[in-house]
């Protein structure tokens, strides 16, 4: 609930603190402007709190963007690779990351606190329509493409694919997962709705 994203489905995605947002929709969102005024957030000049305070990015993914999801780290969830130590990304417990699915195929990861591009996830062959994190912190990415197949990402592994799901005969729309994690649901074109149990 930290930051709110948003793309005009063009290669531009704006991140912008929800607090932010909060304060602009009471801002001018509302008829009594002199009520609105005063619930403006002192405004603080030290160095210290501007560090760690949530700002604005504008990021541009280098084609036109088709899909948006946040995920963030649960440390006590482990990757499924064995080799750990060789991982370039250590996720910590505050990590928050975007991913943005692209016109080309790509997948690109985010770290939203500094706007920095983390992973370039390349396998899809047609447009990514959705992206789907795993709700228990797994860092489990899910991506239903145009290309007619889901694909599972482990991005505690480095973004290594885990798996390839096929099964719709048309276009994949969209993918979601049950609350525990365990259940992925999608559906495409042809108005199928496709279940598979993750383990």
Same mark, same amino acid.
């Given at each position: ?12 995605? =704006?991140?912008? /603190? ?21 619930? +403006? ?7 210290? *709190?501007?560090?760690?305070? /949530? ?16 995920? *963030?780290?649960? /440390? ?11 991982? +370039?990304?250590?996720?910590?417990? #505050? ?23 983390? %992973?370039?996830?390349? #396998? ?6 959705? %992206? ?22 482990? %991005? =505690? #592994? ?20 049950? /609350? ?9 074109? *042809? ?9």
């Amino acid at each position: 609930g930290s930051y709110f994203a948003w793309s005009q489905g063009h290669r531009i995605v =704006k991140l912008v /603190p929800w607090s932010q947002c909060l304060n602009n929709f009471l801002l001018h969102g509302t008829k009594n402007v002199a009520n609105a005024t005063s619930t +403006r957030l002192p405004r603080q000049n030290s160095d210290s *709190s501007q560090k760690n305070k /949530p700002c604005e990015h504008i990021i541009d993914c280098g084609d036109i963007v088709w899909s948006l999801a946040f995920g *963030s780290s649960v /440390p006590e969830k482990q990757s499924r690779c064995v080799n750990i130590e060789w991982h +370039r990304f250590k996720f910590g417990q #505050d990590q928050l990351l975007l991913a943005t699915g692209l016109n080309n195929g790509r997948i690109k990861i985010w770290d939203v606190y500094t706007g920095k591009l983390l %992973l370039n996830l390349m #396998d899809h062959t047609e447009v990514v329509r959705d %992206l789907t994190f795993a709700p228990d912190g797994s860092l489990i990415l899910v991506s239903a493409s145009r290309d007619k197949t889901l694909r599972v990402w482990d %991005l =505690k #592994d480095d973004g290594n694919m885990m798996k390839v799901l096929r099964g719709h005969q048309n276009w994949v729309y969209g993918c979601a997962f049950s /609350p525990d994690s365990s259940i992925l649901c999608s559906v495409g074109a *042809s108005k199928a709705v496709v279940a598979a149990i993750l383990v």
